[in-house]
Nanobody, 124 residues
């Protein structure tokens, strides 16, 4: 059972930045993909960004392209989400997700492990 722990959420003014981190408890195995999802009150959970095992491939939701950067050291089970130029509509609970085997990593169904979530609040 993989345990994911996020950190780095908080309150920031519009235009500011935050960095989320997620560490997976698994040892001796490189998770094939890790990513981030978010869920705002009253809305469906949505994909934010994801990356493969070596951090060289990254996918982004259109809403965050050019503002957010997902990164991961090659072969490490830690993923980061650098969020710049934050907007009030970015306010949500951000959850880390991981999948053990190779495959797509854009929808929630692609991932088998989830973190507890970190609150990000952007004030106007």
């Amino acid at each position: 059972q993989v345990r994911l722990v996020e950190s780095g959420g908080g309150l920031v003014q519009a235009g500011g930045s935050l960095r989320l981190s997620c560490v997976a408890s698994i040892r001796d195995y490189v998770l094939r993909a890790m990513g981030w999802f978010r869920q705002a009150p009253g809305k469906e959970r949505e994909f934010v960004a994801g990356t493969g095992w070596n951090g060289s491939s990254a996918l982004y939701a259109d809403a965050v392209k050019g503002r957010f950067t997902v990164s991961r050291e090659s072969g490490k089970n830690t993923v980061y989400l650098q969020m710049n130029s934050l907007k009030p509509e970015d306010t949500a609970v951000y959850s880390c997700a991981a999948r053990a085997r190779a495959g797509p990593f854009r929808s929630a169904a692609d991932f088998g492990a989830w973190g507890q979530g970190a609150q990000v609040t952007v004030s106007s």
